[in-house]
T-cell receptor, first 110, second 119 residues
């Protein structure tokens, strides 16, 4: 069964302390990998789409990378406003749906 | 501004009652989706529709029903047959190329959800 696993489940950082979130997926024909940010009580907000191994996308303090088995969301010098749950979703070839991970809850303390 | 509007934000259901969650989008997207989000679980697909007057069951369709009479609207009814309806419900839409459009990798965009609880 195609699965998406995110780690860690929760991450606490000090402001300015860079780190990475992981999203690993079973190898079964990746068509696209999506990163979203979700604030409490809100819907997920789209961040990035990655299509092929070696691809990178950046937005402000966030940088997403993709290999053949996993994706990383690197957060450089985070600020408290980066606190949120970050979701990863994968679109597999032949499947008419996205498979979502359970998310990483990020808390950035001032 | 273009976006996806879900209403109401909070909804309470009595036993034996059907309730309907509204989802409206003005993004001119063809495809629309309903997800359920429970603590500690990933989003699970309930129903999706790629075109008006057509929809398909997702992974957890039992106890739910939908309609797609207009491009802009995709209401979800939680029926009394759904025994564990307490959850956060999310509607999404996506720009697509028409039927069979899952080869497109346009991202899904989400509304701000409806939280359903049992009275």
């Amino acid at each position: 069964e195609d699965q998406v696993t995110q780690s860690p489940e929760a991450l606490r950082l000090q402001e300015g302390e860079s780190s990475s979130l992981n999203c690993s997926y079973t190898v079964s024909g990746l068509r696209g990998l999506f990163w979203y940010r979700q604030d409490p009580g809100k819907g997920p907000e789209f961040l990035f789409t990655l299509y092929s191994a070696g691809e990178e996308k950046e937005k402000e303090r966030l940088k997403a990378t993709l290999t053949k088995k996993e994706s990383f969301l690197h957060i450089t010098a985070p600020k408290p406003e980066d606190s949120a749950t970050y979701l990863c979703a994968v679109h597999y070839t032949g499947f008419q749906k996205l498979v979502f991970g359970t998310g990483t809850r990020l808390l950035v303390s001032p | 501004d273009g976006g996806i509007t879900q209403s109401p934000k909070y909804l309470f259901r009595k036993e034996g009652q059907n309730v309907t969650l509204s989802c409206e989008q003005n993004l001119n997207h063809d495809a629309m989706y309903w997800y359920r989000q429970d603590p500690g679980q990933g989003l699970r697909l309930i129903y999706y529709s790629q075109i008006v007057n057509d929809f398909q069951k997702g992974d957890i369709a039992e106890g739910y029903s939908v309609s797609r009479e207009k491009k802009e609207s995709f209401p979800l009814t939680v029926t009394s047959a759904q025994k564990n309806p307490t959850a956060f419900y999310l509607c999404a839409s996506r720009k697509s190329m028409g039927q069979g459009s899952w080869n497109s990798n346009q991202p899904q965009h989400f509304g701000d959800g409806t939280r359903l609880s049992i009275l």
